[in-house]
């Protein structure tokens, strides 16, 4: 096996490219949300808001980040096309429970003096396979093969090979 089709298997694999989005959008995530702790959590530390500190810097990173995160896995990860509107609906209540459980969770652990920047950092590694496994097999599932669309990076590394082995290629 050469470098090029170890290449093409991984750049084909959903799980790689889940990982290499969500990674991305978690970078992202997390940045918005340092930013907000340290300028709007701060300020409502000040006033005395501590818990409601830590849930409205949460929500608040939530929307901007969720987002980004939408286009990114509807259109580099799972690749669909149609419904949007019920993708997204999918999608923000498939977030909805690691959501619901951070808002419970962050609160408490920066109440027992963790720090929330800490505390937020380690909730997103436990959140992470719950998002993959609901975004894989309810946001962006399609019965229909023909909702997905055609692959165009792997075409890029599919074009010497021949017809039969390349859509061969794509039925796995």
Known sequence: MTLKDVAERVVRDHRFRFLLVGGINTAFGFLVFVLL???LGRALDNQGLKVLASVV????????ASLLAFVLYRRFVFRVTGHALIDFVRFESV??????INVVVL???????VPRIVAQGCIIVVTTLFSY?????????????AGAERDPLAEVFAHDQ????????EST
């Open 95 to 100: 977030y909805a429970v690691p959501l619901a």
């Open 107 to 113: 609160p408490l652990v920066v109440a027992l003096g």
């Open 57 to 64: 810097t949460l929500l608040v990173a939530h929307a901007i």
């Open 162 to 169: 021949p017809a039969s082995a390349a859509s061969q290629e």
């Open 133 to 145: 496994f609901g975004h894989r097999f309810f946001s962006f599932r399609r019965s229909d093969p």
């Open 37 to 39: 702790d340290l300028t």
